[in-house]
């Protein structure tokens, strides 16, 4: 993926579309669409600018379903179960070592060491957490059993469904007494 | 005030007068008639809101509101112990050319220990299960005795046009009173299923659905199995004083169809099943509720899916769950090998909209004991194979040729809403930072309760015209094929997932957002979720004016359907 699909990418998610305007019909029709990840659940991956060769990296994590005979894959307690695809651009081989992909929960509780990337810094990896984060850490060597990352963060990402948030004070409950909820 | 059916091919909408009429027309007290009813939390119209979580507050300024329509609960008036009790489904054996007579009526159902005025055909709950021959032709003959027109659609089957069951477009409605002979010649083996066209987000609430379950002739089509079962699920809306009356000139929960708060299998809160250790139980499974996709597991037990709506997949494999969106089926084969009960669950994670968080959330649908007898082992062991149905493949290779073209058509989802409280469109522009590609639960009942079809349309949109929903005029000829291009567009209003109904046809899932499909299955029925492009294969092998639309019953009669022609004679 080039710096402007991805730039492109990132208008999408977080571009100014009008969630509660009216959508009218197309005025023209349109042309011949391709078929490609959900842009919508698609999340950047941004650069830490902790690591030499990396400050000017960005990347992408598009999400799409994990192969499963009903189209909808689920785990049997109800996750979804994804499979991202990672790409990474303008980030540099590093000198020593390896950058190794740990995906997350945003607590922390559960991490998870997904591999590490290859030469064209890209991977895909599977996950059925509601809420991830990715995270992308330069280590010495690639340990599959590694527990957590001891290396630098290089560059992370958020699950759209991460962006999820309470909506105390927010919007129609404003006034809402947020103690009473446990806030 | 009863139901008004919605012409699906040239559907109105109420105006504002009639609305007011409505209002006024509106029966104070309607839902209290149901039996023990009080009227503590009865709000105008004979309104009460569905039961919500007590973390979710009241949105502000809608105290007291209640949906722009009137409130609709059947046999108001009817002493329920005049009505006849409802029986569990009966299984009816038909050969070629049998016919069964079957009337929908009120019966009084009980449900948690109450007695509710609900539907039935032939007094049944599910309806008669009718088992046929592939190949044969059964004669089906309804009377309507219920006080709102309908008609009985068979769903999947690829039956003559004439026979679909659609009122306005294959038929006139069934009134009150009135006969309507069905002629369903049943070309494919397959677990199809029958209910009301009209107005079926109350109808087929009210318990009017049934299976159709057409045999193939090979007695090797399937694996071995020690026996077969159906499963039913549904969900009906309920609070501790009875069911939430349905909206009468319009459906309410227009914007996430209506999500129940009881669950039934076969109609029973309480279903249970008797098997031996290493028992392989066939399951037979019917999505028939308005909105609510499940997630059924078999905890303990082994689960091997075998197939789907119109048949058999290519290749059987193993699963943890069984997704099933409304309208769809799916036939699993499980074993029990661990002696005791277990439980038949639906687990999901839910989401809790106003604290921002997904939760995981089981509903018991059912409980299998497991004796320490021991079924016989030759099925048992025969159950570790995994089949290639090689016919399948050969069907499906002379479709090959057309898997990589490009779409022929491309149609997209979304939403058009004017009228509603200011409090729900707030609400809306801040829940978008974050839609789910599904909808679990019914994480906001009084902003959905309050939705109506009056204010809500959901729109399939031809991209290439931009015509909407009755707008679009698509029309083939017999011996087409048709590739399809759903998507389902993220940047609505309220973005949901729909599933996608073809009627009279059948079709493959091809491809899920640019990835191939590596196991097929003939559908008519499939789920888009938010953002997801499903791309299909549609053979247009059934001449007749057929219906496309989503199987969310309030989305349907929102408005989201079209008919397309296909040109010729039946081969």
Request: proline share 6%; aromatic share 8%.
């Given at each position: 993926m080039t710096a402007a699909s991805v730039t492109a990418l990132l208008a999408v998610v977080f571009g100014s579309a009008s969630p509660g305007a009216p959508v009218r019909a197309a005025k023209a029709p349109v042309t011949c669409s391709v078929a490609e990840p959900p842009a919508y659940y698609a999340f950047p991956l941004?650069?830490?600018?902790?690591?030499?060769?990396?400050?000017?990296?960005?990347?992408?994590?598009?999400?799409?379903?994990?192969?499963?005979?009903?189209?909808?894959?689920?785990?049997?307690?109800?996750?979804?179960?994804?499979?991202?695809?990672?790409?990474?651009?303008?980030?540099?081989?590093?000198?020593?070592?390896?950058?190794?992909?740990?995906?997350?929960?945003?607590?922390?509780?559960?991490?998870?060491?997904?591999?590490?990337?290859?030469?064209?810094?890209?991977?895909?990896?599977?996950?059925?957490?509601?809420?991830?984060?990715?995270?992308?850490?330069?280590?010495?060597?690639?340990?599959?059993?590694?527990?957590?990352?001891?290396?630098?963060?290089?560059?992370?990402?958020?699950?759209?469904?991460?962006?999820?948030?309470?909506?105390?004070?927010?919007?129609?409950?404003?006034?809402?007494?947020?103690?009473?909820?446990?806030? | 005030m009863r139901p008004t059916a919605t012409d699906p091919a040239r559907r109105g909408r109420v105006s504002a007068l009639g609305l007011l009429a409505a209002l006024l027309l509106a029966m104070p007290g309607a839902a209290a008639a149901q039996a023990g009813m009080t009227h503590r939390a009865m709000l105008p119209g004979g309104w009460r809101m569905p039961p919500m979580d007590s973390e979710m507050p009241v949105l502000p300024g809608l105290g007291g509101a209640v949906p722009p329509v009137s409130a609709f609960l059947p046999g108001v008036g009817v002493d329920l112990s005049s009505l006849p009790e409802a029986k569990?489904?009966?299984?009816?054996?038909?050969?070629?050319?049998?016919?069964?007579?079957?009337?929908?009526?009120?019966?009084?159902?009980?449900?948690?220990?109450?007695?509710?005025?609900?539907?039935?055909?032939?007094?049944?709950?599910?309806?008669?299960?009718?088992?046929?021959?592939?190949?044969?032709?059964?004669v089906v003959r309804v009377t309507n005795e219920i006080e709102l027109p309908s008609s009985v659609h068979w769903h999947g089957v690829r039956i003559e046009n004439r026979f679909d069951g659609v009122p306005g477009v294959t038929q006139a409605p069934i009134e009150t009173g009135e006969s309507f002979t069905y002629e369903v010649r049943v070309p494919d083996a397959g677990m199809f299923w029958y209910h009301p066209h009209s107005r079926e987000d109350v109808q087929q609430d009210l318990g009017l659905y049934g299976n159709l379950l057409v045999s193939s002739p090979d007695p090797g089509y399937f694996g071995p199995a020690h026996r077969e079962e159906v499963l039913v699920l549904d969900d009906i809306l309920m609070d501790d004083q009875g069911m939430i009356p349905w909206g009468g000139e319009s459906p309410t929960h227009a914007l996430m169809g209506r999500f129940g708060t009881v669950m039934l299998v076969n109609g029973l809160t309480d279903y249970h099943l008797d098997v031996r250790r290493g028992e392989v139980v066939r399951f037979y499974l019917t999505n028939v509720a308005n909105t609510r996709t499940f997630n059924v597991r078999f905890p303990g037990a082994r689960l091997k899916i075998v197939a789907s709506d119109i048949g058999k997949f290519e290749r059987e494999e193993w699963v943890g769950s069984v997704p099933i969106a409304p309208a769809e089926r799916y036939v699993v084969d499980v074993r029990f090998d661990r002696s005791g009960e277990t439980h038949i669950l639906n687990s999901i994670q839910a989401i809790n909209h106003f604290r921002g968080e997904f939760y995981p959330?089981?509903?018991?649908?059912?409980?299998?004991?497991?004796?320490?007898?021991?079924?016989?082992?030759?099925?048992?062991?025969?159950?570790?194979?995994?089949?290639?149905?090689?016919?399948?493949?050969?069907?499906?290779?002379?479709?090959?040729?057309?898997?990589?073209?490009?779409?022929?058509?491309?149609?997209?989802?979304?939403?058009?809403?004017?009228?509603?409280?200011?409090?729900?469109?707030?609400?809306?522009?801040?829940?978008?930072?974050?839609?789910?590609?599904?909808?679990?639960?019914?994480?906001?009942?009084?902003?959905?309760?309050?939705?109506?079809?009056?204010?809500?349309?959901?729109?399939?949109?031809?991209?290439?015209?931009?015509?909407?929903?009755?707008?679009?005029?698509?029309?083939?000829?017999?011996?087409?094929?048709?590739?399809?291009?759903?998507?389902?567009?993220?940047?609505?209003?309220?973005?949901?997932?729909?599933?996608?109904?073809?009627?009279?046809?059948?079709?493959?899932?091809?491809?899920?957002?640019?990835?191939?499909?590596?196991?097929?299955?003939?559908?008519?029925?499939?789920?888009?979720?938010?953002?997801?492009?499903?791309?299909?294969?549609?053979?247009?092998?059934?001449?007749?004016?057929?219906?496309?639309h989503c199987h969310i019953a309030e989305h349907l009669h929102a408005g989201m359907m079209f008919s397309f022609e296909v040109r010729g004679d039946a081969n």
């Open positions: 941004v650069s830490t600018r902790r690591v030499p060769g990396s400050g000017r990296a960005a990347g992408v994590g598009q999400l799409t379903f994990a192969p499963s005979p009903f189209g909808l894959a689920l785990s049997a307690e109800g996750h979804y179960r994804y499979r991202i695809a990672l790409t990474v651009d303008r980030l540099a081989s590093p000198a020593v070592g390896t950058y190794v992909v740990w995906v997350t929960t945003p607590e922390l509780d559960r991490i998870e060491v997904a591999g590490a990337f290859d030469d064209r810094h890209a991977m895909e990896v599977e996950v059925d957490f509601n809420k991830f984060l990715v995270v992308i850490t330069l280590e010495d060597a690639y340990d599959p059993e590694a527990a957590m990352w001891s290396g630098p963060i290089v560059l992370r990402g958020m699950s759209r469904s991460g962006m999820m948030h309470t909506m105390a004070g927010h919007g129609p409950f404003e006034q809402e007494n947020c103690a009473a909820y446990g806030y | 569990p489904s009966v299984v009816v054996e038909m050969a070629d050319g049998d016919t069964l007579d079957i009337v929908i009526s009120l019966v009084r159902r009980e449900i948690l220990g109450r007695d509710y005025a609900m539907y039935g055909y032939n007094g049944q709950y599910p309806g008669p299960l009718i088992r046929a021959e592939q190949g044969s032709t059964v959330h089981v509903d018991t649908l059912g409980t299998v004991s497991v004796s320490e007898e021991l079924a016989e082992s030759a099925i048992s062991q025969g159950f570790e194979t995994l089949r290639e149905n090689e016919d399948v493949q050969a069907d499906i290779d002379g479709f090959r040729q057309h898997f990589a073209r490009p779409p022929d058509y491309e149609l997209e989802t979304t939403l058009r809403v004017r009228n509603l409280p200011l409090s729900i469109v707030r609400l809306m522009e801040i829940d978008t930072l974050y839609v789910p590609p599904m909808e679990w639960n019914d994480a906001m009942p009084m902003m959905n309760w309050l939705s109506t079809g009056t204010q809500v349309t959901w729109i399939l949109r031809d991209r290439a015209t931009g015509a909407e929903n009755g707008d679009i005029d698509w029309t083939f000829d017999v011996g087409d094929v048709v590739k399809i291009r759903i998507f389902n567009n993220p940047d609505a209003f309220h973005p949901m997932h729909h599933p996608i109904h073809v009627h009279g046809q059948r079709y493959l899932v091809l491809e899920r957002d640019g990835v191939p499909n590596p196991n097929l299955v003939w559908k008519d029925t499939a789920v888009v979720p938010v953002g997801s492009t499903m791309d299909i294969l549609v053979e247009m092998s059934n001449p007749g004016e057929w219906m496309i």
